[in-house]
């Protein structure tokens, strides 16, 4: 069943000059609250309007879905050596702990991240409130990345990154601490994209995989962009179910 959902816009401050823009599709009475996270030179619409997608797929299910503009990106505000996976991981967890979601303060939440943004969103659950899980969409959540990353990012525009930035990758390492501390995570990943050949690795660890065939690290096939959606609704119904909160009963099924 589909609930009625709204969309509202809102920014969460940082101090006097600084602020992360954000938008909150929900229903009258969430169940849950996902925050999800862009990736590198993204924003909260994303790619083909993906979050977007998550989010109102999600709030049609009964759960309150919170995205951002991660500072340094979009609408948000930008200061130098911005974004990073750091920076970012310090903007989910102002959005989670944020007046304007004060009033889900109750219920469990879920980090969601869309490829880099997936280790911020990692970074962040770690030391955020009330973790109830964590997926990752199009990332393994690499340990330690030591990748040698260009200055300039180049997609659908050029984008410097700062001095900083895979220096500040290399040093995160979300995965062992989240299956360290026990925090279940979920990771999706589309066929066609080159995390899909570690899936295998990653179930070894006890980390739930699901493999979108068709997919792209964008899921920009249509087909495979459906069929995510439907495997985001039922990951978090899952974690809703291992945390004892009401699952498939407030309208979190597959249907």
């Known amino acids: 069943m589909r609930l009625e959902a709204t969309s509202s816009e809102f920014l969460t401050q940082l101090g006097e000059t600084e602020w992360i823009a954000?938008?909150?599709n929900a229903p009258a009475n969430p169940r849950a609250l996902v925050i999800i996270c862009h990736g590198?030179?993204?924003d909260m619409l994303g790619p083909g309007g993906l979050q977007r997608q998550l989010a109102e797929?999600?709030?049609e299910s009964g759960i309150a879905v919170a995205r951002f503009d991660a500072r340094g990106c979009g609408d948000s505000s930008i200061a130098p050596g911005q974004p990073t996976v750091s920076t970012m991981a310090q903007d989910v967890r102002a959005v989670?702990?944020?007046v304007h979601l004060k009033k889900y303060a109750d219920l469990p939440l879920i980090y969601c991240g869309i490829s880099l943004g997936a280790i911020a969103a990692a970074q962040g659950a770690l030391t955020g409130p009330r973790t109830c899980g964590v997926i990752a969409?199009?990332?393994d959540l690499a340990d330690g990345d030591a990748r040698p990353w260009p200055p300039r990012w180049a997609?659908?525009?050029e984008h410097d990154l700062p001095p900083g930035f895979a220096e500040d990758l290399s040093r995160c390492r979300p995965r062992g601490a989240l299956l360290a501390r026990g925090i279940p995570v979920r990771v999706i990943v589309g066929s066609n994209d080159r995390g899909a050949s570690r899936a295998s690795h990653l179930q070894e660890e006890g980390i739930g995989v699901e493999v979108v065939e068709r997919g792209d690290h964008l899921f920009q096939d249509h087909t495979a962009r459906l069929d995510l959606l439907g495997r985001m609704r039922r990951c978090v119904n899952e974690l809703l179910v291992g945390e004892?909160?009401?699952?498939?009963?407030?309208g979190l099924g597959d249907t």
Request: aromatic share 0%; with cysteine; proline share 0%.
């Open 137 to 139: 969409i199009s990332s």
């Open 57 to 59: 797929t999600l709030a």
């Open 96 to 98: 989670a702990e944020g």
């Open 155 to 157: 997609r659908e525009a």
């Open 40 to 42: 590198l030179t993204g």
């Open 244 to 250: 004892g909160a009401v699952g498939t009963a407030a």
């Open 22 to 24: 954000c938008t909150l």
